[in-house]
């Protein structure tokens, strides 16, 4: 590919406005190329997750989603949405659906670590890290999470800075089962301690388990 700027040898040039510029609150000026260091090159423009650095605002997230393979991903306020997707299949149409709604999960953090929406911290052929940050005392903001995102990867891995874990999601624990901790069934609402968590969803039918790099005290709580 060629490292020259269009300009320099002589070819158009044509000058995107703002609204069709990359959107600067996902695109820093400079972020990471490849490589790590930092770039001014153009970016992705059919990676499979740039969709997620198109939407503008939390009621658009659900669309801005990629599909990582085994699930369909998208950013949310606080974190990052995960869902597994579903056929949908008519006589000349067969597509992946998903259920932005009720059968999700999200992994992330408590509102009040995070006040600076997702961006693109780096990416690569396969992978993107999307971080999440809050105001900084002179103002400029503080990593606060970040998850890297490889497609394929049957995991979701969040990174913590002085930031408070959250998992949350609309579904409704089963009441049998509920929570288990470090293979030990407890009931929900309560707190409890360990390092392997395991929550089984009615709507979805899904068991999500939850590993911490050290043990950590967990609040349990429904709507």
């Given at each position: 590919?060629?490292?020259?700027?269009?300009?320099?040898?002589?070819?158009?040039?044509v000058?995107?406005?703002?609204?069709?510029?990359?959107?600067?609150?996902?695109?820093?000026?400079?972020a990471?190329?490849?490589?790590?260091?930092?770039?001014f090159?153009?970016?992705?423009?059919n990676a499979?997750?740039?969709?997620?650095?198109?939407?503008?605002?939390?009621?658009?997230?659900?669309?801005?989603?990629?599909?990582?393979?085994?699930?369909?991903?998208w950013?949310?306020?606080?974190?990052?949405?995960?869902?597994?997707?579903?056929?949908?299949?008519?006589?000349?149409q067969i597509?992946?659906?998903?259920d932005?709604?009720i059968?999700?999960?999200?992994?992330?953090?408590?509102?009040?670590?995070?006040?600076?929406?997702?961006?693109?911290a780096?990416?690569d052929p396969?992978?993107?890290?999307?971080e999440?940050?809050?105001a900084?005392?002179?103002?400029?903001?503080l990593?606060?999470?970040?998850?890297?995102?490889?497609?394929?990867?049957?995991?979701?891995?969040?990174?913590y800075?002085?930031?408070?874990?959250?998992?949350?999601?609309?579904?409704?624990?089963?009441?049998?089962?509920?929570?288990?901790v470090?293979?030990?069934?407890?009931?929900?609402p309560g707190r409890?301690?360990?390092?392997k968590?395991?929550?089984?969803?009615?709507?979805?039918?899904?068991?999500?388990?939850?590993?911490s790099?050290?043990?950590m005290?967990?609040?349990?709580?429904?709507?």
């Amino acid at each position: 590919y060629s490292t020259k700027d269009p300009a320099d040898i002589g070819a158009t040039v044509v000058f995107r406005g703002e609204k069709e510029a990359p959107n600067p609150e996902r695109w820093p000026q400079g972020a990471p190329a490849d490589d790590g260091a930092p770039s001014f090159r153009a970016r992705p423009t059919n990676a499979w997750w740039t969709n997620m650095v198109l939407g503008m605002g939390p009621s658009e997230m659900e669309n801005a989603n990629g599909f990582a393979i085994p699930f369909i991903l998208w950013p949310a306020k606080h974190g990052i949405s995960a869902a597994t997707p579903f056929v949908l299949a008519q006589a000349t149409q067969i597509e992946n659906g998903f259920d932005s709604n009720i059968n999700f999960v999200t992994l992330g953090a408590a509102g009040a670590d995070v006040d600076v929406g997702h961006r693109v911290a780096a990416h690569d052929p396969l992978s993107v890290t999307l971080e999440w940050s809050r105001a900084g005392p002179d103002g400029q903001p503080l990593s606060a999470i970040s998850t890297p995102l490889v497609r394929g990867s049957p995991y979701l891995t969040m990174d913590y800075r002085n930031a408070t874990p959250v998992f949350d999601s609309p579904q409704t624990l089963d009441p049998d089962v509920g929570i288990t901790v470090d293979g030990v069934v407890g009931k929900c609402p309560g707190r409890f301690r360990g390092s392997k968590f395991e929550l089984v969803l009615v709507q979805s039918d899904e068991t999500w388990a939850i590993w911490s790099s050290e043990p950590m005290e967990v609040g349990c709580q429904t709507d």
